[in-house]
């Protein structure tokens, strides 16, 4: 008495059809999904956004590229 069997789902199935019809559900069921999926792009933009504050690598600083120095031609 305490759970459902397997036949009381289908018969809420049924009702859940009858009270609804199969084009509402459908419909419901593709907006469960964009909003599912949204939310879950929308979690993974944040954590785009926010990354791990972990200790960096320390990496070898580049030396300055020195300025090219052309000679001036004088003429004396």
């Known amino acids: 008495m305490g759970s459902f069997s397997p036949v009381h ?5 049924i009702i859940v059809l009858l009270l609804f019809g199969p084009g509402r559900l ?20 944040d ?5 791990p504050t972990a200790p960096a690598a320390p990496t070898a ?7 090219k120095h052309v000679p001036e031609n004088r003429s004396g």
Request: aromatic share 6%; proline share 8%; net charge negative.
């Open 9 to 13: 789902w289908v018969i809420v199935l």
């Open 26 to 45: 459908a419909g419901v069921g593709k907006g469960l999904g964009e909003g599912i999926r949204s939310f879950k792009k929308g979690l993974n933009e």
């Open 61 to 67: 600083a580049k030396p300055p590229e020195e300025a």
């Open 47 to 51: 954590s785009d956004e926010h990354p």
